[in-house]
């Protein structure tokens, strides 16, 4: 995998072999971020990356200068990866905990600008995470979760849906607080 952009752009990162991982592709991250930084100032932005894995995104938010990412995973190895990484390149604002990723959200005391959620395709329940961040107030005005999944998932009917993106076979499904995105209609587009 590799930094599209930002002060460590083009850098590659080589996670084990042994993580339980499935990392968001280049193609998807790269066409995912040419929209945030269209409707966000990324320098000025706090995120949230949900099952983080190798801490994919967490470089790319960090490498074009957020102000405060923190990772979290269940997996101990893919925390400390993300943790010695972060310390290797110098990203300072990049905090990873171990924590399940419901847990952190019910018990969760920051709002943030982005929260990036990329569970397991396969992972029961996932459509109760836009519930959770909209019912607990965890985006911040104008904030987006985005939410990556297969195509067996459509969560247009949802509250706070705001629109969907497909990029190959990975799908974000991106939600808003209600009353807090411009009067447009929810939109689904798909790029290939």
């Given at each position: 995998?590799?930094?599209?952009?930002?002060?460590?752009?083009?850098?590659?990162?080589?996670?084990?072999?042994?993580?339980?991982?499935?990392?968001?592709?280049?193609?998807?991250?790269?066409?995912?971020?040419?929209?945030?930084?269209?409707?966000?100032?990324?320098?000025?932005?706090?995120?949230?990356?949900?099952?983080?894995?190798?801490?994919?995104?967490?470089?790319?938010?960090?490498?074009r200068?957020?102000?405060?990412?923190?990772?979290?995973?269940?997996d101990?190895?893919?925390?400390?990866?993300?943790?010695?990484?972060?310390?290797?390149?110098?990203?300072?604002?990049?905090?990873?905990?171990?924590?399940?990723?419901f847990?952190?959200?019910?018990?969760?005391?920051?709002?943030?600008?982005?929260i990036?959620?990329?569970?397991?395709?396969?992972?029961?329940?996932?459509?109760?995470?836009?519930?959770?961040?909209?019912?607990?107030?965890?985006?911040?005005?104008?904030?987006?979760?985005?939410?990556?999944?297969?195509r067996?998932?459509?969560?247009?009917?949802?509250?706070?849906?705001?629109?969907?993106?497909?990029?190959?076979?990975?799908n974000?499904?991106?939600?808003?607080?209600?009353?807090?995105?411009?009067?447009?209609?929810?939109t689904?587009?798909?790029?290939?």
């Open positions: 995998m590799r930094i599209v952009s930002g002060t460590h752009k083009s850098r590659q990162i080589h996670a084990p072999k042994n993580l339980p991982v499935r990392p968001t592709t280049d193609l998807a991250k790269e066409a995912l971020f040419n929209i945030l930084v269209n409707n966000f100032d990324l320098p000025e932005v706090s995120v949230l990356d949900l099952f983080a894995g190798t801490g994919n995104i967490s470089y790319e938010f960090a490498s200068g957020a102000l405060g990412v923190t990772s979290i995973d269940t101990l190895r893919c925390v400390d990866f993300i943790r010695q990484t972060a310390k290797s390149l110098g990203f300072d604002a990049l905090l990873a905990f171990r924590s399940d990723a847990r952190y959200l019910k018990h969760c005391e920051n709002s943030y600008d982005i990036f959620c990329d569970p397991p395709y396969e992972l029961e329940g996932i459509e109760a995470i836009p519930e959770i961040v909209l019912e607990r107030r965890l985006l911040k005005e104008d904030g987006w979760l985005v939410l990556e999944h297969s067996e998932h459509d969560f247009s009917a949802m509250p706070g849906f705001y629109q969907h993106r497909k990029y190959g076979k990975v974000f499904s991106i939600f808003s607080a209600p009353g807090e995105v411009d009067d447009q209609e929810n689904s587009e798909s790029e290939s």
